[in-house]
Nanobody, 116 residues
Framework: VQLVESGGGLVQPGGSLRLSCAASGFTFSRYGMSWFRQAPGKERELVAVISSAGGTTNYADSVKGRFTISRDNAKNTVYLQMSSLKPEDTAVYYC??????????WGQGTQVTVSS
């Protein structure tokens, strides 16, 4: 059972990145998926959520209109498309799988740094 994030890196302000989170070892299509982020010295915060079938999404106000969460259940992967990136988006980004009555599953995180 694991989640593996990828796609992080260094990007200039105004740029874009797409994060991926590949799932294995569990029935991905049953789980709601989320992206969180944690900046140095700050608490981990929820960025975006997508329902198990992908029909419902929600976003933190700070990323609404700039980030898009999506999923491909055939590929067991959830994505976070990030655009118009700002320095304050710099953080370690984590994906999480959640299903009622079952323990949450976390990935190891991927670093996103927005800097000129």
């Amino acid at each position: 059972v694991q989640l593996v994030e990828s796609g992080g890196g260094l990007v200039q302000p105004g740029g874009s990145l797409r994060l991926s989170c590949a799932a294995s070892g569990f029935t991905f299509s049953r789980y709601g998926m989320s992206w969180f982020r944690q900046a140095p010295g700050k608490e981990r915060e929820l960025v975006a959520v997508i329902s198990s079938a992908g029909g419902t999404t929600n976003y933190a106000d700070s990323v609404k209109g700039r980030f898009t969460i999506s999923r491909d259940n055939a590929k067991n992967t959830v994505y976070l498309q990030m655009s118009s990136l700002k320095p304050e988006d710099t953080a370690v980004y984590y994906c999480r799988a959640e299903l009622s009555w079952f323990p949450s599953i976390w990935g190891q995180g991927t670093q996103v740094t927005v800097s000129s």
